[in-house]
């Protein structure tokens, strides 16, 4: 075999390799759309930190809300002329829930201090409380779904989703409840911002129990 054939076959030989190791080792896989986004999401969900997405949250858009909550006493007097309308006009619905929210703030007296709620008199006519903020432990979804920020469709999966709740609940329990529960005291009045939600109509609307986000004794 002369040196010109040793060559071709030399060369015959890297690229039937280079041929075989592609077969094997492809640089790139072909894979259906479906299961690319679901590997995407899958991604996502392992990287996916709840206090790392709740301490944003907090500071740069729930805080910042306050201005889209409707004033407590209107929502009061609402509710009270016709709930139905009140629910129209002022609440939120997630899903297909048969519960919805109220986004509300506003002021009030402090009439009685409960185990884990704080009543408050609202409107200086009123003859009991129109509102207890609840003093923990905080369940459900509450904040989350009454403010109207977050969209379940925005993340990769339920389960996340649920975990920015717990999040945002256990972060009122040890930021925001505390300072009520320190400065409640009979007669004093509170300023408040937090959200309500509505399972039964027959209790949850007199008084409108609220997990507030913001509270500030004055």
Not at 98 to 107: K, L, V
Not at 176 to 183: K, W
């Amino acid at each position: 075999m002369n040196s010109s054939t040793q060559r071709w076959v030399i060369r015959g030989t890297i690229a039937a390799a280079c041929v075989g190791a592609l077969w094997f080792w492809p640089l790139f896989h072909i894979v259906p759309l479906e299961q690319a986004k679901q590997e995407s999401l899958a991604a996502e969900a392992e990287s996916f930190d709840p206090a790392v997405f709740v301490e944003k949250f907090w500071f740069e858009q729930l805080i910042l809300s306050e201005t889209r909550a409707v004033d407590a006493q209107k929502l009061i007097a609402a509710i009270q002329e016709d709930h139905a309308k009140a629910r129209k006009t002022h609440g939120r619905s997630v899903g297909l829930s048969s519960a919805y929210y109220y986004f509300i703030s506003g002021t009030g007296r402090v009439a009685r201090v409960e185990r884990n709620a704080v009543a408050l008199v609202i409107r200086q006519d009123a003859d009991d409380a129109e509102v207890l903020l609840e003093t923990g432990p905080v369940f459900g979804n509450a904040v989350r779904d009454g403010t109207g920020l977050l969209d379940v469709n925005d993340y990769a999966n339920s389960q996340d989703f649920n975990r920015i709740s717990s999040e945002i609940n256990r972060r009122i329990e040890a930021q925001v409840l505390p300072t009520l529960r320190e400065d409640a005291e009979v007669g004093v009045t509170v300023r408040f911002v937090g959200c309500v939600q509505v399972t039964d109509e027959t209790t949850d609307l007199s008084p409108l129990r609220v997990v507030p986000f913001i509270v500030e004794a004055q």
